[in-house]
């Protein structure tokens, strides 16, 4: 199965076989999909799904990195930017006429193939495949030196943000080198080299689309709520006139021998150094690629690898481990990458893997271990079947397969190979690809960031301490705060390993802030800032952002309205000043808003069809009612149709004044500069009146046990959620109550999934959370399970939230390894300026002690087993929990009736009539 490398997805009604299986017997079937072809040559692939009034557009053209020479690389990928720039009949951005109406819009390139996609609501079928035929038979009389020039300069930015500037960015590319001869078409990344693409004329461009981008080399795929004749004669009639071009032949599979070992010794700007090891495989689809994925899976694929249970759990001696099988059209790589921990030598972990390796070569795998991999395999497709359209989609993957199988219809098939996979199939590909020639990337930090090996690392095997001992807890960098005349304050966190900077803006008053009926105004109005700001459109915005290499995102939280940005620090005064205009001075165009509503209401109408998603919204619902925390951050359908621009204005100048806000700033800029830049772009946005946030406390679960039941018809699984009121941000058993719910269900060996997944095999995942904010927020398990298995599942789920506040308390061993796994882990946290800031935002937001970060750990480290006995039976009572299924009603309701009174509620956990 390719879902380690295209995620499978499909809507369950077209694929499974709605009975009781046996775990490892296959539920897929065939999609009765309509195969025609177009005199031209175009293939054409049709599904019909009336479930939802959406149409999947999925567009394959068989060209991929590998189609390009030595010399003139990088062109597949230059092209994917070409295409969404403007044809002869569409001279504009593509993103324009499908965004305004609520469509998705994106396309990719890989070696293979390069894809474009569109999910738009039934009505505009026709004008998303009059936009794709348009580009691809006429992008060339609209593509001249300008645009080419322009759209370089971009993929040199996406490289230099991308690979050059990024931890870790170029290693693959060095392997790719050495794994593959230079005119292996596997040799050069897909993004190309620099030096081709800057060479390339726009005769060379204009000679590599008429070879490639042609009817007879693509296929189209529609997927969803329209009726396949008529569909048919639209595609003929926008793409049955493009002529086709010369035929392409087919590259050859192509899996060259390594003569020796190789060893790549490289440094980068990273922390800790790591190693990834290569062995030469087989391409996408061979005989031995089933086997080898699951071989990766079994070796270093998960926490219950055999990697990751010896170097990471028991020896502790790795940060991570993985392995991966990466099988494409002509060859495949087999990946191994360690990462050792901060006082751990390279060489020690490379040795100790190695000999796992060289076990499972000597005496081969386990049934059990096979059967996990196999059961997991299958849990993955059947938890993924929802999406029609977009990256691994339905649509995607019909044309995934015909582009490498010829055919569309391969779903049971794909799966059908892991299915039937023997031990003994598994220990010959160990034996046969994993004793070859392999090459050897070292990476090892640049001096001046190299990780620290003080002696405090000979206490890393303490069970309540990191790995620099109790006393070297982790601290950051010095913070220095300041604040501008107008109120804002603004914190320094000093950071020059790169030459890059983060800022993050947060301002109290996020979704629980909006007006009572205007649920998503605060989502709302964040995602406009990017859409026009001090008269600039929403596409020069983005155009600025790509030529500055600057990246500007906005967000909700419950409680914050925030702006993130992040850049290179030689463009940081031009991004600070742009990230200004679009907190300060956003012009919130109302046709802007208009899009972004319509897009809202076919992204929330989505929703539907999303049960996990279901579970958390009626989750929530269930456990706060009315309190501002139980409506949805991204609103219904009619608060959503309810918003006005004149609301939006007003919200933004309620919440999104400087003396209300915190600007996080960690990077490579001294504190001296920052104070000029913070003055430059923010002195002079106004003060205003500090809004008052004060929010009511949710109302207590008094009901008793109450389950609230989504119907979704002939669903093979279930979604199961089980909540309550936990704690405040503020609560002074955070770390306890962390150290409890990684063991309960915070973890893949927690619990709840050891009890769900591994010991009953009900689901492929089951984790519980809280959520923390000023007011108490929810706590919840939950799980996809398999449908015959709900009523069982809940009892499982409610037995071990019980037991771990009475029969079973945390203690020993096991209260040992949540407290390492959080105190061992938390230093990653903090890995970058970006993850630095956002892991600050909580300590201003919330008003925590400024010591926080550096204590953290520390009081996590002590915690004992008295204290999660004490804190679970305060917060952890299923008395009056709420259980919400999302799942088959029919076959449900008499086993739920059992658990408690059963309130069968809409999408959004309101009653139905």
Known sequence: MNMKKAPLLAFATLFLVVAEVHSMENPIREPEIRVEKLSNGLTVFLLEDHSVPLVAVDVNYHVGAKNEKVGR???????????????????????????????????????????????????????????????MGFLLEATDQERLDNQRSVVQNERRQNYDNRPYGTVWEQLLAVLYPPNHPYSWPTIGYMDDIAAATLKDVQEFFKTYYSPNNASIALVGDFNSDEALKLIDRYFGAIPPGPPVSRIASWVPTLEKD????????????????????????????????????????????????????????????????????????????????PDRDLSELEEAAQNIVDQVIAKGITKAELERAQNAILADYVRSMQNIGGFGGLADQMNSYYHYLGAPNKFRWDLQRYLDLKPADINRVAKQYLVANSATARVRPLPSIAPSTSDAATTLDRSVMPEKGRENPFTLPARQEFHLENGLRVVHVPDSRLPLATAVLIMPGGAAADPKGLAGMSSMTTSLLREGAAGKTSQQIAQLMENLGTIIDTSTSPEAAIVSMSTLTTNIKSSFQLMADLVVRPDFPPQELERKRAERLVNLSRLQDQPATVARMVGQKAVFGDHPYGDPMSGTPDSLKAISRDDIVQFWKRIFVPNNATLIV?????????????????????????????????????????????????????????????????????????????????????????????????TYGARTRFEHGNKPGIFAAMAPVQANATVESIRETLKEIDDIASSRPLVGPELKYAIDSIVNSYAARFATANNVANELIDLYLYGLPLDYVESYPIKVAAVTADDVTAVAKKVLSTKNMVIVVVGDRDSLIDGLKELGPVIEVDWLGMPLK
């Open 262 to 341: 190789v060893v790549l010794e490289i440094q980068d700007r990273v922390q800790l150094p790591r190693t990834y090891k290569a062995w030469m495989s087989v391409p996408l689809y061979n005989e031995d690629d089933a086997a080898l994925d699951v071989l990766a899976q079994i070796i270093g694929g998960g926490k219950t690898s055999r990697l990751y249970k010896e170097l990471v759990q028991e020896r502790q001696i790795a940060q991570e481990v993985y392995t991966f099988h990466n099988s494409s059209q002509i060859s495949g790589v087999f990946l191994m990458l360690l990462t050792p921990r």
């Open 666 to 762: 960690v990077g490579d800029v001294q504190l001296d500069d920052l104070k000029k830049l913070a003055q430059g772009a923010f002195g002079s946005w106004p003060k205003g009146e500090k809004p008052s946030l004060e929010l009511p406390e949710p109302a207590p679960l008094t009901h008793g046990r109450t389950i609230y039941l989504v119907n979704r018809p002939k669903a093979v699984q279930s979604n199961i959620l089980v909540g309550g009121l936990g704690t405040t941000r503020q609560d002074e058993n955070i770390p306890v109550i962390d150290v409890m719910n990684n063991a309960l269900g915070g973890s893949f060996v927690s619990r709840l999934n050891l009890n769900l997944r591994e010991d009953k095999g009900y």
């Open 73 to 135: 690389t990088g062109f597949a990928h230059l092209f994917e930017h070409l295409m969404f720039q403007g044809s002869q009949n569409y001279n504009d951005d593509y993103f324009k006429p499908l965004q305004d109406i609520g469509g998705q819009v994106n396309g990719a390139t890989s070696t293979d193939r390069t894809r474009y996609w569109e999910v738009v609501p039934a009505g505009y079928l026709e004008r998303a495949l009059w936009l794709e035929a348009d580009r």
